[in-house]
């Protein structure tokens, strides 16, 4: 009998969506209840497709595996469309969210993701591959998710501002 290929995948496991996902962040809370302790999860993940659109996501359940689902699908939802330059920023641009705060500045060829680990999920998901960052303030990866999200939405191509300004240069 001849070997052939075989299928790694589960039965019901589904083929991929082409999506980039990265799960950030993993929280245990404990609730204390008459039997002792009762554990539950909450999940980060960050959601993009490689090519210009990211998103996140937060789940929350009484196990790790579902928590990251949720978060899955409200990422993979939640994706929002970023302006990019031969795989980088256009220009510098600072991101805020509560206590945390970044700076993305643009890279040339070859030099990568300069980033931290929840800041670098945003940007690997978003398709960025050179790109400086520095963050600020609080390093609560959900706070630095948002707040790279945040910057990555106010960057504007100069095709845009021209079209916003009205103006041909």
């Known amino acids: 009998m001849a070997k052939g290929r075989r299928d790694n995948r589960k039965k019901d496991d589904k083929p991929s969506s082409g999506l980039i996902e990265r799960t950030v962040k993993i929280k245990r809370c404990a609730a204390v209840v008459k ?3 009762r554990f539950s999860f909450a999940a980060m993940v ?3 497709d490689g090519k210009g659109k990211v998103g996140w996501g937060y789940g929350k ?3 790790v595996q579902p928590s990251v689902e949720k978060a899955n699908k409200q ?3 939640s994706l929002r469309p970023i302006d990019m330059v031969e795989g980088s ?3 510098r641009v600072d ?3 509560g206590a945390a705060k970044v700076v993305l500045l643009p890279a ?3 030099t990568g993701i300069i980033a931290g680990s929840a800041v670098r999920a945003v940007c690997e998901a978003a398709g960025l591959k050179n790109i400086l960052t520095k963050s600020f303030g609080s390093n609560n990866p959900v706070t630095l998710v948002k707040a790279t999200i945040d910057a990555l939405q106010s960057c504007r191509t100069k095709e845009d501002v021209e079209r ?3 103006v041909q240069l």
């Open 35 to 37: 039997g002792g302790r």
């Open 46 to 48: 960050v959601c993009g």
């Open 61 to 63: 359940a009484n196990e």
């Open 75 to 77: 990422a993979s939802r």
């Open 89 to 91: 920023i256009p220009h």
């Open 95 to 97: 991101g805020r969210f």
């Open 108 to 110: 040339g060829p070859g």
């Open 164 to 166: 916003l300004r009205g």
